[in-house]
């Protein structure tokens, strides 16, 4: 009997200690899911930067924004990524929602917008539609470094049009939108894989040559032998990598229109000045492509390939996959995490925007309550100016008007409140005046004008 009067008392503790620990674990802070990160505030700065350079960029270009939702049904992604494919076979975040429907958080853009090319009936619109998005895509893979299992592209897409000069652009704008960042030293890969025609007959030869080598492939590639060739070539594998590398290149087995409109691509950017690798064995991991194919990779990284900036190309059969119209199409995307990265290691800052011209200072409780009306006065004037109303003295409000670089710091102490009148200091001089409040706008304005002529 005292045994199990014992294990009584035994079981009450443990009980006790599994709610102390699971309080305990209440208690301990969460952290983000794995490949996953935040974005602080003080890196925002670098991400307003490379997207005030992406729109410059573009907007010239008539390329237009568009933006389509991160969940697609799964299909989607398996009728036009491929479903041989690493990102569809263990890469994607996929579920089945309450109502039964399966869904993915996209892997990567192109299929959500040729879907919504086809569902909007943007094939009525002047051809080419060109569109461009910057948004978060979500990858299984394993994190680390420039990998991430949420991360974010650009991406360029110009659909419904053939003519070998888009796909030099996108090109060339990847590589301006680099060039401006700062990010000039990089290797254009390029490559094609010809139309559904060139890889018929090039299809048999890969057969006729992995066949006899079948069993020093991977497992994945012996499978891929037979289910499609073209992936082993794209295998990251060592002993496969170093197999493939004896394949008679592609480019030998384009007809005559992918040829021509290859010799194409690359005269145009020669024209242009871009220095591209004519990579014969490059292949990209995804199903759609047709004719051109490049990646971007940093300049003299061992493992470029992995670390590539940027990658796409052409895929002239993705709109009528997808339930359209014949439509041929190119795009590509650049990493974005990818490109922070190479900024930062490459100590390049972010340009800094204009500063403010006005910094409004309070001093004492009358001047605190009648600032905000005469904050929203000065912005609704269209002057530059920021406000301090959480700081009280007028040495941490001058230091602050002096980290923001302003040129004039409007001071609104107890004595002027009263007498309505504003004190106006030169930041540069220290030069100080008195001023009406009604007359501020006009004679700020005066002052920012003259300021600049300096
Ligand atoms: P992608 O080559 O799979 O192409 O991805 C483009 C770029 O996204 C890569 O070069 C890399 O910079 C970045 N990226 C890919 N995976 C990750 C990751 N796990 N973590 C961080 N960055 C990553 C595509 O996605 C195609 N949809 C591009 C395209 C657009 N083709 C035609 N139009």
Redesign the pocket.
Known sequence: MPRKKSTIVKKGIAKKNIVNTNIKKRRQALQAVK?MRDILPVEMKMWDFIREVIDDTLTPFSYNRIETPILEKTELFERS?GEETD?VQK?MFSFKTKGGEYVTMR?????G?VRAYVENGMSNLIQPVKLYYVGT?Y?Y?K?QA????????L???AIGNSHPVLDAE?IYLFHRILNKLGLGDIEVQINSIGCKECRKEYRSTLVDYFTPKKRQLCEDCKKRLKSNPFRILDCKKEKCINIASGVPPIVDYLCEECGIHFKRVLEYLDEAEIVYNLNTTLM???D??TKTIF??WPAGDKQSAQ?????????DNLVKMLGGKETT???????????IEKLKERGIEPKNKKSPDVLLIQLGELAKKKSLKIFENLIESGIYVREALHRDSIKSQLRYADKLGVKFSLILGQKEAQEDMILVRNMYDGVQELVRLDRIVDEIKKRIKSYSKK
Do not use: D, K
């Not at 892997?107 to 299929?111: K, L, N, V, Y």
């Not at 670390?307 to 895929?315: E, K």
């Not at 199409?329 to 490109?339: F, N, W």
């Open positions: 490949g990524t990102i890469e892997p990567e853009g192109t299929p917008i895509m990858r893979e994190p420039g990998r991430y299992r949420q991360f974010h592209q991406n360029l897409e996108i990209r991991g995804l759609y492509y990646e971007i670390s590539a900036l940027g990658g796409g190309g052409r895929y199409a190119v795009g590509g995307a650049l990493g974005m995490e990818r490109i």
